[in-house]
């Protein structure tokens, strides 16, 4: 019925002499999937590795694009609304790096636990969180996703344990979790990210060791976005092959810039966590358009020429978009119809961050515990009291 009504419209503007214009065009009229070859991934300790030629459906593609967009306008609200000085403190951006977190998140299921570093805008939206709530919380509002308490660096929802400001700390952590998955044996398992700055912390390597005795379903990940603060990879480490750090952990070094190696590589990871072979160590080589943090221009160490290179060769939303488009899996007034929505959606989660109340002070030490009675906390006096509800 579709293409019949698609081919009523073509026939009619061809009869009024007229243009055929995309809008007319209808799903009857798109490639419902494609089949792509993409990078092999280098491999460690394994035998074979990711498939190379990967299915991608029209809806995924969709599905991707349109999250990778939402990721990357809020980002870049972000970065305004902290040059207004509406965001304040500590704010670590997330564009470019877009494709790691929605690559990863095609591969697991939401049951699976994540927990990250402090750039983690991106992870808190794909793990659940709502645009309103994470522009919120930047802002420091009762509406946001911490409830004003957490700010950019600490943001959390359900198995995601977030936002973590201490530089390497997370990999224990998402170590322990990854210890309850197997001890319930719930066939859950648990990503744990970190950065290149962070692979050199001996923390992460008597987590690797603990995970590998106790063969924990965890999946590492290094997110190499080649500089640790202002400090490029090949200054800070002797060895930049982090996939190989793990020695007797099996690792996969895969082009972060694009959602479907990410996808394919999280699958098999997945796959090799379920199946009881214990952990993997994944490097995802992407890079990030802005400084480390607002602090930082992001200029001083590297060019402006070697930013822009990056963004014209190997942008993750303009992969997507290209592979797309030259494959009839979408239109361009299509995509250009989702821009339109998602900056929508952005304009009104900023409008609402800039317009929520501020928590009261009277809330400033409920929820430090889950499922407790009220309790009474010191301030920073013995006569200050505060109330602690959960």
Not at 182 to 196: I, P, T
Not at 302 to 311: A, F, G, S, Y
């Given at each position: ?22 809008s007319a065009r209808t799903y009857a009229d798109f490639t419902t999937q494609a089949t792509f070859e993409i990078k092999k991934c280098d491999v460690f300790k394994l035998d074979e590795g990711p498939a190379t030629q ?70 808190t939206y794909t793990r659940g969180g709502t645009v309103k709530e994470i522009m919120a919380e930047l802002t420091g509002r009762r509406g946001g996703i911490a409830k004003g308490k957490g700010g950019s660096m600490h ?88 996939f190989k750090r793990g020695e007797f952990i099996p690792g996969l070094r895969v082009d972060g810039m694009d959602v479907l190696c990410v996808r394919e590589a999280t699958r098999f990871a997945a796959d090799h966590c ?117």
């Open positions: 019925m579709l293409a019949i009504i698609s081919n009523v419209l073509r026939a009619s503007a061809q009869r009024n002499g007229a243009a055929v214009i995309t990967v299915v991608l459906t029209r809806d995924e593609g969709l599905q991707y694009y349109r999250t990778m967009q939402t990721m990357r306008r809020m980002e870049l609200k972000a970065d305004q609304l902290y040059k207004q000085k509406i965001i304040r403190g500590f704010c670590h951006l997330y564009d470019g790096q877009e494709a790691c977190a929605v690559g990863i998140e095609a591969s697991i299921n939401l049951s699976d636990h994540l927990i990250t570093a402090y750039r983690a805008h991106g992870y943001m959390y929802c359900k198995h995601f344990y977030g936002g973590n400001g201490i530089v390497g700390a997370q990999v224990p952590l998402g170590a322990g979790v990854a210890l309850a998955c197997k001890y319930q044996g719930n066939n859950e398992l648990c990503v744990c990210l970190y950065g290149d700055g962070a692979a050199n912390q001996g923390q992460i390597f008597e987590t690797y060791n603990m995970a590998a005795l106790w063969k924990l379903p965890v999946i590492f990940i290094c997110e190499n976005n080649r500089y640790g603060m202002g400090t490029s990879v090949e200054r800070a480490a002797a060895s930049t092959d982090y379920r199946s009881g072979k214990g952990p993997i160590l994944m490097e995802l080589q992407t890079y990030r358009y802005h400084g480390h943090s607002m602090s930082d221009p992001g200029v001083s160490y590297r060019t402006r020429e070697e930013i822009q290179e990056v963004r014209s060769k190997s942008d993750p939303i303009s992969m997507l978009k290209d592979r797309m488009l030259s494959n009839n899996m979408a239109s361009v007034e299509e995509l250009k119809e989702i821009d339109v929505e998602v900056r929508k959606e952005i304009e009104d989660a900023a409008q609402f961050a800039t317009t929520d109340p501020e928590p009261p002070l009277e809330e400033l030490c409920n929820h430090i515990f889950c499922d407790m009675p009220s309790l009474e906390v010191r301030g920073t006096n013995p006569w200050a009291k505060l109330k602690s509800v959960s």
